[in-house]
């Protein structure tokens, strides 16, 4: 009797398992986060925002969160090849960033890499739109997800969480931006 109910429990267990690997195995391959805004400047003034990796902690959602983060710039001063390695506490991480391509008041593609509290390589893009004296910047990152990052979408939503810090910097961004 015992040994039917813990060879049922242990079945249980195996099929719980079983799905919840079929249910991250059938989670999208590619996690896309976008956010936009239209900003009251023209797209050469957004568009330096982004550009410069030194501007950044004016607009930047987290930035704030750890004033004691050790910041590293090297490469070119702004645009492509420039870089931005950052280590701080638990809410911000270690990484780099590295600008890719740099098309003038357009796009920014921006190589993004987590190091720390996880590995992890995206692409971070900015398209910069002309709206008659304002700019409609977009804000898109994509990453592959593995297996991991998969099951921690089960149970987080990603593009909530990310998207509310791209909305906070797009805000902090638009204050800048038109700041006179």
Not at 51 to 74: G, Q, V, Y
Not at 149 to 161: E, H, I, T, V
């Amino acid at each position: 009797m015992i040994k039917k109910i813990i060879l049922g429990v242990l079945a249980l267990i195996v099929l719980l398992v079983a799905g919840f690997c079929v249910a991250v195995a059938m989670q999208p391959n590619e996690l896309k986060v976008t956010r936009s805004a239209v900003i009251d400047a023209p797209p050469e003034k957004v568009f330096e925002q982004v550009n410069d990796f030194n501007k950044w902690a004016a607009w930047s959602p987290w930035e704030k969160l750890d004033p004691a983060m050790k910041k590293d710039f090297s490469g070119s001063p702004s645009g492509k090849g420039a870089l931005y390695h950052w280590a701080g506490n638990d809410q911000v991480g270690e990484g780099r960033m590295t600008i890719a391509e740099s098309h003038p008041s357009a796009h920014i593609k921006i190589d993004l890499e987590f190091i720390k509290p996880f590995a992890q390589k995206s692409v971070t893009d900015f398209t910069f739109k002309p709206d008659g004296d304002k700019t409609n910047v977009t804000w898109t990152m994509t990453a592959q997800n593995n297996f991991l990052s998969k099951a921690f979408g089960l149970m987080m939503d990603m593009d909530k969480m990310i998207g509310a810090d791209f909305e906070k910097g797009l805000a902090q961004m638009k204050t800048v931006a038109e700041a006179k």
